[in-house]
């Protein structure tokens, strides 16, 4: 077993919320520094950066996951995680087509970004990536589910976008083994608060939106990773979120 600090919620410059600092390279050598070992990237309802992204994080020895933040019809947002970067990519193909035909204003909204390996730019979404997709909850997570997805609800303990907020709970139907808090400090009330939840485990992981936000090495898991590699680390990361 060896541990390994993560944050498994973090935006790129593709996110038109997501500060144009927010490159690929940017965030790998951001995560380096603080020394996480796992990072995720979830831009809103895409992972066009993610190609680039895992080109990024093997240059700084930080192991990949590919993700998307989903905005389901209530506007609830979902981080969807997945074992393979293929299945990420089909899933991003799928939920283009959810998206409403709204066009981006980067003058309000912010650029969309798509960038290669080496932070160059190599195109922009035009559809507003921050739009909620037309998949009620409960579809959205089963739809995520079919693509090999590990599925938790965000950030719980905000008012913005959280399921709390939104729906006044967390409904076991669900069927979540893993809840996100964005300030770990919320977990005991919450959970005095919400017994839907008290089974669930917990990630405490930042949503960054700028490199400053990107997580310090304060929350781990210990993983089994002999023999090494990144991908026997991704593989056993997502048997933990699984609950095998």
């Given at each position: 077993m060896n541990r390994y600090y993560y944050d498994l919620?973090?935006?790129?410059?593709?996110?038109?919320?997501?500060?144009?600092?927010?490159?690929?390279?940017?965030?790998?050598?951001?995560?380096?520094?603080?020394?996480?070992?796992?990072?995720?990237?979830?831009?809103?309802?895409?992972?066009?950066?993610?190609?680039?992204?895992?080109?990024?994080?093997?240059?700084?020895?930080v192991i990949p996951v590919a993700g998307i933040e989903l905005s389901t019809a209530e506007d609830i947002h979902l981080v969807c995680l997945f074992p393979e970067l293929e299945a990420a990519m089909e899933f991003d193909k799928?939920?283009?087509?959810?998206?409403?035909?709204?066009?981006?204003?980067?003058?309000?909204?912010?650029?969309?970004?798509?960038?290669?390996?080496?932070d160059n730019e190599i195109g922009e979404v035009d559809k507003l990536l921050i739009a909620a997709t037309d998949l009620w909850t409960q579809d959205?997570?089963?739809?995520?589910?079919?693509?090999?997805?590990?599925?938790?609800?965000?950030?719980?303990?905000?008012?913005?976008?959280?399921?709390?907020?939104?729906l006044g709970d967390v409904p076991r139907e669900y069927g979540f083994n893993f809840v996100e808090f964005n300030d770990g400090a919320n977990k005991e009330s919450y959970f005095a608060d919400y017994p839907s939840i008290r089974d669930c485990s917990v990630i405490v992981s930042s949503d960054a939106h700028h490199l400053w936000d990107i997580n310090e090495a304060v929350n781990y898991f210990d993983i089994h990773d002999e023999p090494y590699s990144s991908?026997?680390?991704?593989?056993?990361?997502?048997?933990?979120?699984?609950g095998e």
């Open positions: 919620h973090i935006h790129s410059c593709l996110s038109p919320c997501g500060d144009d600092d927010m490159t690929p390279n940017n965030i790998a050598g951001m995560a380096a520094l603080n020394g996480l070992g796992i990072v995720a990237l979830t831009d809103h309802n895409t992972a066009k950066n993610c190609p680039a992204f895992f080109e990024a994080c093997k240059r700084c020895g799928v939920i283009d087509g959810h998206l409403p035909d709204i066009k981006n204003k980067p003058d309000i909204f912010g650029r969309q970004q798509i960038l290669d390996g080496e959205a997570i089963a739809l995520a589910r079919e693509y090999g997805a590990h599925v938790r609800p965000a950030h719980i303990d905000r008012t913005s976008n959280g399921m709390i907020a939104i991908a026997k680390v991704r593989r056993e990361l997502f048997k933990m979120l699984s």
